[in-house]
């Protein structure tokens, strides 16, 4: 019977999306109303499986109603797909949106000849990452030349606190905002090496602003570790990070040192590129 209701009131949903703007329920528009579709559809694109309606209905704290009619919207506008096992979907819009950003992005522009150059240099994954509330979002990816790679895509995100590149840019932060970003973070040991107290990070993040360098200690992934480097400031409204990634196995120390410095080197031509090229036209 949920089947069916479901069916019905989707039936007109699932035809093709338009393209054009936008046209997330005009009829509404409260923010509360958006924020709680953008609820829906991120919970749907990062759920490890597809869900069904009843599977959203559990996790989000929205009346039925009013949840039917934000999948409707969703599905209308192509951001949502209707599986034939009526589970859902990201949609192909997303994919549309997500390469315009990605294209568009000034910041991940200036900065990719410096990721290629670290890349090319190590021969090892590189990512360039931005924060996000208490998250890293990677802008870019310059894969590994070995057979043993990383998982991360561009586009993902990873937590701040037990990532290198994560930690780099917590470094960043005025103590201020970084005090009410550290008491939402749900620390999860990820690891027996995750820093799994807000003690255990803010020690480390005193050492990084010491050092310009963090590391990730198999903290995140088990076998997996890199070298980071923050990039610009709170002031200057663009906090991101730089690093280096590989297996535990392919790294010793003397390779760790010479990473360091060639990711602090990368990260300090990243800023003064976003100076001359994101700043005033006209300098004195």
Known sequence: MERQRETIELS?????????????????HSTGTLGKALEVLDLIAHAPKPLRFTDILHQLNQPRGTLHRQIANLIEEGLVEL?????????IRL??????????NSFRSIAEPHVRALHEATGETVHLGQVTDIQVVYLDKF????TVR????????????????????????????LDARVKRIEFNRHTQSTLYTAELLLSELDEIRRTGISHDREEHEPGIRCVAAGIGSFQSGTIAGISVTAPAFRIDEEMLV???KLVVKAARAIEADMKSKLGPRHQE
């Open 150 to 177: 990383m998982h991360s895509q561009v586009g993902n995100a990873s937590p701040l606190y037990c990532t290198g590149i994560g930690k780099a840019m917590l470094a960043l932060l005025p103590e201020d905002e």
């Open 83 to 91: 599986n034939p096992d009526h589970s859902y979907a990201p949609g």
């Open 95 to 104: 994919l549309n949106l997500a390469a315009r950003a990605w294209s568009k």
């Open 12 to 28: 007109k949903a699932r035809q093709p999306a338009e393209i054009g703007p936008a046209r997330l329920d005009r009829q509404e």
């Open 143 to 146: 894969e590994s030349i070995q």
């Open 258 to 260: 010479a990473w360091e």
